[in-house]
């Protein structure tokens, strides 16, 4: 059956599928196209990502010393006692070729201290994994830097953070979502000089936890044949 023609209940029974394989990557979990190599992307909608970015950060920000604050903006919301920062309204594309996935989340965070001389703001947090054949991801994100000087420094969709699925089993959530939990993330040296350098290329950072649903599959309009207008005979 085309993949088009699929409903997106599919998602969740691929859940029970995937974790009795031992699936390890978000690719290995969604419906493939077995029969129709042309079909177009699964549509992934109603996402959000669970990251904490960095709990020791977070924590340091906190103390009194460093005068801290971190603010969350555009949607994304921080769960209590200085937890985890949560990325909402997530869209995305399942590649039933290539078995890939790309996911876009709205909100960010605005993190300050010591009067003014940190201050970076993170946003336009994506996920992107690399398929079945390799089971690894990234997050990418738009970040802005106060530099020592004091001028800002802008760097769009940087390599924030890199994912290892391998070990990752996925889990269904509320509404047939399909849940990947506690997905181990480091560090990249793009990231860590996003990161005014407080880290170095390869410190582990917060687990992030993914979550998304199949969207509607998008349909193919049938094609009408063209209407050949009547002949009239000729009148004599």
Do not use: C
């Amino acid at each position: 059956m085309p993949t088009r023609t699929r409903r997106p209940a599919l998602l969740a029974a691929a859940v029970t599928t995937a974790a009795a394989l031992g699936a390890g990557a978000l690719a290995l979990a969604l419906p493939a196209a077995a029969a129709d190599t042309a079909a177009p992307p699964i549509p992934l909608v109603e996402g959000t990502l669970d990251w904490g970015i960095k709990q020791s950060f977070r924590s340091y920000l906190a103390q009194p010393f460093s005068k801290g604050r971190t603010t969350v903006e555009g949607g994304a919301t921080q769960a209590a006692g200085n937890g985890v920062f949560t990325f909402v309204d997530g869209t995305g594309t399942y590649d039933t070729s290539g078995h890939g996935t790309a996911t876009a989340f709205k909100g960010g965070v605005h993190f300050e201290a010591h009067e003014g001389v940190l201050d970076i703001r993170i946003s336009d947090v994506r996920l992107k994994t690399a398929g079945s054949a390799a089971p690894t991801g990234e997050i990418t994100a738009d970040v802005v830097t106060k530099e020592k000087d004091g001028t800002f420094t802008t760097r769009d969709d940087v390599s924030f953070a890199a994912l290892d699925m391998s070990g990752v089993r996925p889990g269904q959530g509320a509404g047939g979502a399909m849940v990947f939990k506690d997905i181990p993330a480091k560090l990249t040296e793009d990231g860590a000089a996003a990161f005014a350098g407080f880290y170095k290329a390869g410190d582990a950072l917060d687990a992030a936890t993914l979550t998304v649903k199949q969207g509607a599959a998008p349909t193919t309009p049938p094609t009408t044949p063209p209407t050949t207008p009547p002949t009239t005979p000729p009148t004599t």
